[in-house]
């Protein structure tokens, strides 16, 4: 454990789980400066793209997050030109989201410098240790945490 850690911090899974993310968050956020995106953005991007024009509640359940959260999220990469929103053909009620041409160029772009950060991380940890803590954090996400309330 390093010497920078408060004793409390490692008895909590969440605070153990959020140092880590705040870490590993930098780090990308680092490495993918070049490109003008921060890891999020890069992140919400790709799912995009590979979403095929996406629904805005689908990007917003996949990522965990509310719609609000997105759509702050959003705000910056379409005042960039690098996304845009629709209405679904077929439910006006739908928003619907892709990228622009200039998206494509863009996450060309960062994509190039993500496989760095993702070799440089695996390099560090190891690839087996990086496959198997994303298989635990893929659990984590999938769990159900709808509990009694603790008496």
Known sequence: MPKDTLPGLTLCNNAMLRRAARKLGQFYDDVLAPSGLKATQQGLLYQIHIGGEPAMGAIAASLIMD?????????????????????????RRIKRVRLTPRGLVKLDEVMKLWHIAQQRFEDVVGKDQAEKLRAVLGDITALDFDLPPAS
């Open 67 to 91: 719609l609000s959260a997105l759509g702050h999220t959003l705000k910056p990469l379409i005042r960039d030109g690098y996304v845009e929103t629709f209405a679904d053909p077929d439910d």
